[in-house]
């Protein structure tokens, strides 16, 4: 943000503002519009971050509002469209047809072990809840899109200090990125965009259009303030 503020000449503050109207017109849009979505098989899948510093650093006036923040995608196996998210712990609170990849993984060698992963040497499938259809047990597609999600936004991003400070920030990001990702990036296989694969959308957006959209939700909810 402070990048964005430096290159074109404006106050951090004005780009904050922008990230929050942008962040309230995108939930407010997927919320209306991401709807009666035909999906036959949902992949649920979680993202780390955190806000303001890690959990093992955030000091005692900052409980509760910093430290670990996990981000929960839906993604239907076929449109690769984001269905549903949830900025929270890393809990379950319903229960569905679940089941879950275990990923079992070898050793680490001793000179990568600070940035490589261990290799992974097989899997199992487990049924935690419900009748799953074992053959449709996969989060390959979710950690696809989690990977783009990682690589999209900079907030995600490993060792940097470019992390979230503000929880509600993070979240006007995510909402963001994800009505771009279902709207305007053409998925690569699917040659058009998820919401075009899911029948959401009949067309695919420009930054345009995405744009128009941020201002038209403003101009409505500077009308409804008025009226009241």
């Known amino acids: 943000m402070r990048s964005i503020s430096r290159v074109v000449g404006v106050s951090i503050n004005t780009v904050g503002k922008l990230l929050a109207d942008a962040g309230g017109a995108c939930t407010a849009y997927h919320m209306e519009n991401v709807v009666n979505v035909q999906s036959e ?4 899948d979680e993202i780390w971050s955190f806000c303001y ?8 006036v900052k409980r509760g509002e910093a430290g670990d923040v996990w981000t929960w ?5 076929d449109s690769k469209l984001i269905v549903s998210w949830l900025v929270g712990g890393r809990d379950a609170n319903t229960d569905v047809d679940y089941a879950q990849l275990v990923k079992i993984y070898g050793e680490t060698s001793e000179g990568q072990k600070r940035y490589s992963p261990a290799e992974c040497v097989g899997c199992r499938k487990e049924p935690v809840t419900g009748k799953p259809d074992e053959k449709h047990v996969s989060t390959s597609f979710v950690e696809r899109s989690n990977l783009t999600m990682r690589m999209s936004m900079r907030r995600f991003t490993r060792l940097t200090n470019a992390f979230s400070k503000k929880l509600e920030n993070h979240c006007h990001a995510l909402s963001l990125y994800f009505v771009w990702y279902n709207f305007v990036r053409i998925h690569k296989s699917l040659k058009m965009s998820p919401a075009m694969a899911a029948g959401v959308s009949q067309t695919l957006w420009s930054m345009e259009d995405l744009v128009r959209m941020i201002e038209i939700y403003e101009i409505k909810k500077e009308r409804l303030t008025y009226s009241k």
């Open 41 to 44: 098989r949902i992949q649920c």
């Open 73 to 77: 995608t839906a993604l239907d196996a």
């Open 53 to 60: 510093s890690k959990q093992k650093n955030v000091p005692n």
